[in-house]
């Protein structure tokens, strides 16, 4: 694909207007580490939920999606889609939650809520798990997907584009920290949804309309034998295009058991991050609810469109550098065949606002832990800010370096997932009973980590499940959950309890819900803070919220309106008990709310 004089200069531009960004919060982020990684928790819910969305639109994520489109149909992204019920568990039992927390990461949280040696000893090594193994990974996977991106549309050296794509988005995250990172991802994520629906509108009207994209799609649906490429959902029949099997275990299990990246069961991570930068709790709790509905419902259709079209466009798939059909190039084979040419600069600058917002966030993310959680916790506890804040910089490189590294061992983005999904199964339960129940300690932690890593590890290299099995991902998961969850629990009732010193400190400042906590919340005068019931009914309202969005936006696109009305219906109606429950946060109100989403629930359906 050549690009033209004005491409590029559209290019040079979207670069510098970030370089700047970084260099205008340069001396800001000097100042101190919080300042640094967590914008001096001052930033408004807007600005860090449109981060957490920009963040996870990541370069990757279009061609995944397309990959699991053109295996299992619309119904393939089921395999992220599941985790939504665990986003939405972070808006209503968490967010508030980590934010009192008043620590740094997810991972100095660990000194918060256990003590001793082996609460030191797991913040060291989660420190390297988040900060080396995920986080690289991740990296990892970004960049594989954007050099498929280059091999296709540039003829320039591939990996050459990628080091100094990679290198310049170091270089301003290094230069003006976390307010950089969250900045440039707000202007990120404005052109790269743009172009993502500029895409889409190209791709469908290559095919003829909506009207001949479902009309090639039913030709391929007869040609395989069965089930629809449309379903939202399996029918459950043998030719469905996702098996049900895999289907009920996304819904049923991953969701909890699955610390994933983004959709860790208690929050983690960047959404950790966020939460700690927002300004107040309430700034947290709406900056996570607009995360979840813009990441699973507002921003999946443009991409789920173009990969549709893709498989009518190219029915025998497009050929990958080493020779063979790659699913996950139909995305980026359609931009290159279809989108007008006067946009191509601008559509390259989506992908790079894509890579680089992702990026960004991650190389932050990985030095705060090697920082925070290793340098200044086992090597120099005593320095300067200033010395702090160099630490960081240099940190934010040595991310950068890891990540150039680990790119040369991947050859699937869509596999990637499947691994780090299988990888943390079984960690998620103890992530989400850490907070309402005393008796969880640091070895039912240190326990859990080990037991999935193992047994998740040992499911892929084994070949006990077969990669061409259809539901191989569901089988993998299901055997490291078990595993795990046999294995933590065993070990937390053969291991002593945290002691009350730790326990009643830890509930003093975070004050959760005294169901799980009788022993040590008789200990500590005041009572809880959370209200469970309430939490409930928001969490079920919503879910209603996200997939009446997500299947309201998806009927219409597809020109099935009477059923995308009523399922948007039922997305206003949660919305409308959300907001109540928040403002008045009583049991009357809940269960009004309850009988208000019910009624909602029955005109959707």
Request: glycine content about 10%.
């Amino acid at each position: 694909m050549a690009l033209s004089g004005l491409d590029i200069a559209v290019i040079v531009a979207f670069f510098a207007i970030n370089l700047g960004i970084g260099l205008y919060f340069a001396r800001g982020s000097g100042k101190n580490v919080a300042e640094f990684f967590l914008s001096g928790r001052s930033a408004p819910w807007w600005l860090t939920g449109v981060s957490m969305v920009a963040t996870t639109f990541a370069v990757d994520t279009p061609l995944a999606v397309t990959g699991f489109v053109a295996q299992n149909g619309i119904a393939g992204n089921w395999l992220w889609w599941n985790m939504a019920a665990s986003g939405i568990l972070t808006v209503f039992f968490f967010a508030a939650l980590w934010r009192r927390s008043g620590v740094l990461t997810d991972v100095e949280f660990i000194e918060l809520r256990y003590g001793g040696a082996p609460a030191s000893a797991l913040r060291g090594v989660r420190a390297v798990y988040q900060g080396v193994l995920v986080n690289t990974i991740i990296m990892g996977w970004v960049n594989l997907a954007m050099v498929k991106i280059l091999s296709l549309t540039l003829h320039v050296p591939t990996y050459l584009a990628l080091w100094l794509c990679l290198g310049f988005t170091a270089l301003y995250v290094t230069i003006g920290g976390f307010w950089s990172v969250l900045v440039t991802d707000f202007l990120q994520f404005v052109v790269k949804m743009t172009m993502a629906i500029v895409l889409a509108w190209a791709a469908v009207a290559a095919v003829g309309g909506i009207g001949a994209l479902k009309a090639g799609l039913a030709t391929l649906d007869a040609q395989r034998g069965g089930g629809s490429i449309l379903a939202f959902v399996p029918s459950g029949d043998a030719a469905s295009w996702m098996p049900v099997t895999t289907f009920l275990v996304f819904i049923g299990v991953a969701w909890w058991a699955s610390s994933y990246p983004g959709a860790e069961p208690g929050g983690g991570s960047y959404i950790a991050q966020r939460i700690f930068a927002s300004r107040s709790e309430k700034d947290a709790v709406w900056a996570t609810l607009f995360f979840n509905v813009a990441h699973y419902a507002l921003r999946p259709w443009p991409w789920i469109l173009v990969a549709l079209a893709a498989l009518v466009l190219y029915p025998h798939g497009v050929i990958g550098a080493n020779g063979k059909p790659d699913p996950e190039l139909g995305y980026v084979q359609t931009l290159v065949d279809h989108l007008p040419v006067a946009l191509r600069g601008l559509m390259m600058a989506g992908f790079l606002a894509a890579y680089m917002s992702t990026i960004g966030t991650q190389l932050n993310l990985g030095a705060s832990y090697l920082t925070n959680d290793l340098y200044r916790r086992f090597i120099r506890r005593d320095a300067s800010d200033a010395h702090y804040v160099s630490v960081s910089r240099v940190m934010t490189i040595v991310a950068c370096i890891l990540a150039a590294a680990v790119t040369l061992f991947m050859s699937s983005v869509g596999e990637a997932w499947k691994y780090m999904l299988t990888l943390t199964a079984g960690v998620g339960l103890v992530m989400i009973l850490r907070w309402y129940w005393w008796r969880i300690n640091a070895w039912s932690e240190i326990s859990a980590l080990a037991t999935s890593a193992i047994v998740g590890s040992w499911c892929y290299l084994s070949g006990i499940v077969v990669g061409d099995d259809p539901n191989a991902t569901a089988k993998r998961l299901l055997i490291t959950v078990a595993a795990t969850t046999v294995v933590w629990l065993g070990v937390t009732f053969v291991t002593k309890p945290e002691s009350e010193a730790t326990l009643t400190r830890f509930y003093a400042r975070v004050r959760p819900s005294g169901a799980g906590w009788g022993p040590i919340a008789r200990l500590v005068p005041g009572g809880s803070e959370d209200r469970l019931g309430i939490a409930l009914v928001d969490w079920i309202a919503g879910l209603g919220l996200v997939y009446g969005t997500l299947f309201g936006i998806g009927r219409l696109v597809l020109g099935d309106v009477p059923q995308g009305l009523a399922w948007c219906a039922l997305a206003v109606g949660c919305i409308a008990v959300i907001a109540r429950t928040l403002r008045t946060p009583s049991v009357k109100v809940a269960v009004a709310t309850m009988i208000a989403f019910a009624v909602c629930l029955s005109a959707a359906g």
